[in-house]
């Protein structure tokens, strides 16, 4: 249990190396759905472009949407896109910066899946089989005398060896390395233009936005640390908060069983009234105990509390003397995250 434990919280801290190789092995993974699919054009007019372009756009999509599920930054982001105002302004840049650091990352896997889809070859032929130049490729002289539908009936079966019958119009492999060979054209261009993209995306951009980029990257993270910070206060509370009832639970049962059954109502109430001391009494529970509850001794209030933070966050400013900047985000210097959470459970 200790050594999932440490992994869990090396995954934690290592966030961005982790989904880093989630999305290598998701890349890894797409090609090799691909190399073990079967393909299986239908050889139809009309019926080839439909399938070619379902298996070329659907799974890509697949799995750019399961490259954002398994990102924990959605949910954050959808939360601080969706939180009520309140008493801490909404920078869109920060939204930005993270939908587009997550979407970077998702977009891995759809990517290797169009390029080897495009180099294999098999996808872009079934779609464009009827688009071969008959007259240039094949016996030209046959093509006037044969009508339109029979013409693409004889185009569409060349991706299918075992019911294409038109040799005497194109010979099938004429037809499969021309479309192949555009085919793997269209795929080396399509990784060289993604390429070059990335560089510019990762390199070029930050250069021209430097500042725009590192207030968005900061607050991104202090979004990310504040967020796990408050889980992780109210996980304390929580302990703290359960350990303080039971306690009390045990601390009444005992009382009843010395008094009897005689005196039960009464051993009860007072079984009540020294569970109540014991909350306010400092001397009853640890330093660590009192600085986890901060006060809050009952559910109403925590519920308060809860609902607050969701509704008005305190603004990002060390003091009353700080004013807020114009994007409402932070002061002059920013607290820190893990006082900022303290302070508004302690004020609470």
């Not at 959808?78 to 993270?98: C, Q, S, T």
């Not at 899946?113 to 996808?123: E, I, P, R, S």
């Not at 060390?318 to 409402?328: D, R």
């Amino acid at each position: 249990m200790d050594k999932f434990r440490m992994i869990f919280q090396f995954l934690q801290s290592n966030q961005e190396s982790f989904m880093n190789g989630i999305c290598g092995i998701m890349a890894l993974a797409s090609a090799q759905m691909y190399s073990a699919f079967d393909f299986n054009c239908p050889c139809l007019p009309g019926y080839n472009v439909v399938y070619s372009m379902g298996i070329l756009l659907t799974p890509p999509l697949v799995l750019f949407l399961l490259g954002l599920v398994m990102n924990n930054n959605i949910s954050m982001l959808a939360e601080e896109w969706k939180r009520p105002l309140g008493r801490r302004a909404k920078d869109p840049a920060v939204l930005r910066y993270m939908f587009c650091s997550m979407a970077q990352r998702a977009l891995i896997a759809p990517v290797v899946w169009v390029a080897v889809t495009l180099l294999d070859g098999k996808c872009f032929l079934c779609a464009f089989c009827t688009a071969v130049p008959v007259a240039t490729l094949g016996n030209g002289s046959l093509v006037p005398g044969l009508p339109a539908p029979e013409l693409a009936r004889l185009l569409a079966r060349v991706p299918c060896p075992e019911i294409y019958d038109g040799n005497w119009l194109l010979a099938r492999e004429v037809a499969v390395r021309y479309l192949r060979c555009i085919s793997q054209a269209l795929g080396w261009s399509f990784v060289l233009l993604t390429t070059l993209l990335a560089f510019v995306v990762r390199s070029v951009r930050p250069c021209f936005t430097q500042v725009a980029f590192l207030k968005s990257k900061y607050w991104s993270h202090y979004i990310d640390i504040e967020r796990k910070l408050f889980d992780e206060t109210c996980t304390e509370h929580a302990k703290a908060f359960a350990k303080v009832c039971i306690q009390q639970f045990f601390e009444a049962m005992n009382h009843d069983l010395e008094l009897g059954h005689t005196h039960g109502v009464l051993a009860t109430a007072s079984a009540r009234t020294t569970a109540t001391e014991a909350i306010q009494s400092p001397s009853d529970r640890t330093e660590e105990e009192r600085e986890k509850l901060r006060g809050i001794t009952d559910q109403g209030s925590m519920n308060r509390l809860l609902t607050s933070w969701h509704k008005c966050k305190p603004p990002l400013r060390l003091g009353q003397e700080a004013p807020l900047m114009s994007n409402g985000w932070a002061g002059s210097e920013p607290r820190p995250p893990r006082k900022e959470v303290a302070t508004y459970f302690s004020k609470v």
